[in-house]
């Protein structure tokens, strides 16, 4: 039973408040440790740690009051100028809030929290006498000058990065030359998977074919791994912050449509009373135009309300990437940027542990020690950019870091180690597809397994979890300057815009994200390679697979029209008899029986029903095909 019987809803309030408020809490800290007597982080720490007290203490959690209270008390203390901030106080500090954290997950059980770590206790105790406490929990050393007490912070001498500059130089514009640095290892897997973006105009275009090879012989389905089901599995929370303009929005609308219901319902009794003169007909022809546009506008309103600032994901971050910075023995900054960018409230669910896993490979394998960086010429400080920002229907999310750099040579060579591709694969792999290899099940660059990485298990998983969500992640990097890992995805996983194509006269819809154009399959241009029939576009040499063919049934005319698709692993033309256009579907699963091949169901405007079709999935069992495992209509 509870120790919260009759204040669950009291205690969930608590929990999501408090939570925020301590990630809140956690940001400011590692801004407090670069600016050690900035009063006004001062303060609204000592607020944070008093707010969350109050709250506790309303809940009875006696052990999260004592351990807020004394931490509350160090502040008073700190921002009044009778202690000063020291290395050791600012660890007892984060063992604190380390505590705090823990207990908000005994309460989300519904039980009270057990006592913190003595250590952490006694070394608060020891700070509010004016000693200095002693750390008794392993902490690294840290990096280069940690901020003394009573000290100036140190002037702001050296320059970060030009991201634009290093992002131009990583993709391939001219921004000069740089001495090549040493060979390193690839950023390895610590969670971490992906899928293409969509094709921008900076993006090379990857050789057709080989993608597909690749993949079907690491795997011919997406990892299942612990890691994977650990993500799947979490427990999602049910409850959304809307703010109150946008529900106030959503009813003035829905009051709108009202009256103009009235209205066509006046209008219809007009009608069947026979009255058709062109007064009339106007009138139900404006009432009809009226309510097309509320019903639009409504729409995407309430698709308003699903949407929440990035900024609640990114906000946990820095402190993850300062604790392991501080156990490597690291000096690195996380710089954010894009907070305010709105993404689908379930799609934020879902990217937390891949972007936790993406600046975890940052700040382990991206970047290197001070002592590395200076002897390369760099400064001292590491710099890894979090950016969010919207490009017209699609989410870009930016993970990119200064450091070494990955070497899509070594890349290759430890695939081929390892036995994930062969020699002759590896030789026609460009650039590009070479960094992709980082996402096979089981590469790893590190000869060592360490409590970071090196196991060879995530970066599978992060491109499996982004393929869930629709979306796309790709990489670019340049040794001796930085990786960038750039993560594009749908604006809202609730409506989908997909072309529809025809195969006689049945209509399927295709994820616009993956097509790149549509084109007419002339059969005199077509070539047979390997036994299999192909077309030539722009110089690329890609594989015509027939919708028909992938669904399981009978071809009876070649067809007419293809359809130039690109996914993460490969990009072919697929043939289809003609299209219907293209149009904004709003998803329904199939929750009880769902066809392999197909990812759920919209109607179209006329009523019809129409299958959306998974791509990814239909290309897995390619050439596994059979009569009882097509998908028939009737």
Known sequence: ???????????????????????????????????????????????????????????????????????????????????ELTPEIMDIIMGATKGVREMFGELSQGVFPKPAEEYVIRGLKTALKGESPVVEEPVATPPNNAPKVKQEAPPQTEQGPDWVAMHAAITGVETGTSAPAEEVSAPEATTVPTVEVPQRAEIKKPVAGKPAELGRRATDKPATTAASRRMDDKTRENTIRVDTARLDQVLNLSGEIGLTKNRLTSLRVDILAGRDDPETLHALDQAVSQLDLLVSDLQNSVMKTRMQPIGRLFQKYPRIARDLARQLGKDVELVLSGEETEVDKTMIEDLSDPLIHLVRNAVDHGVETPDERLRLGKPAKSLVRLEARQEGDHIVIIVADDGRGMSAERIRAKA????????????????????????????????????????????????????????????????????????SLPLTLAILP???????????????????????????????????????VRGEILPVMSLARLLGWSVENPPEYGVFMQTAERTFILGVDSFAGRDDAVIKSLEDFRPRGVAGVTTLSNGQIVLILDIKELLADLGQHTERSSIEFT
């Open 498 to 536: 997909v072309l529809l194509v025809l195969l006689g006269d049945q209509p399927f819809a295709l994820p616009l994200s993956m097509v790149r154009e549509i084109l007419p399959i002339e059969r005199s241009k077509l070539q047979e390679v390997g036994g299999k029939e192909t077309l030539v």
């Open 1 to 83: 039973m509870s120790d919260f019987a009759g204040m669950e809803d009291l205690l969930q309030d608590f929990l999501q408040e408090a939570t925020d408020l301590l990630s809140d809490v956690d940001n400011k800290l590692v801004d407090l440790e670069r600016a050690p007597d900035d009063k006004g982080l001062l303060n609204d720490i000592f607020r944070g740690f008093h707010t969350i007290k109050g709250g506790a203490g309303f809940l009875s959690a006696a052990e999260l009051v004592t351990l807020c209270h004394l931490t509350e008390n160090l502040f008073d203390l700190l921002r009044n100028g009778e202690l």
């Open 416 to 487: 081929i180690e390892k036995g994930l591709i062969t020699e002759e694969e590896a030789n026609t792999l460009d650039e590009r597809q070479s960094l992709n290899l980082v996402f096979l099940p089981g590469f790893s660059t590190k000869t060592e397994i360490s409590d970071v990485s090196g196991r060879g298990v995530g970066m599978d998983v992060v491109k499996t979890n982004i393929q869930k969500l629709n979306g796309a992640i790709d990489i670019r990097s340049e040794q001796g300057k930085g990786s960038v890992f750039i993560i």
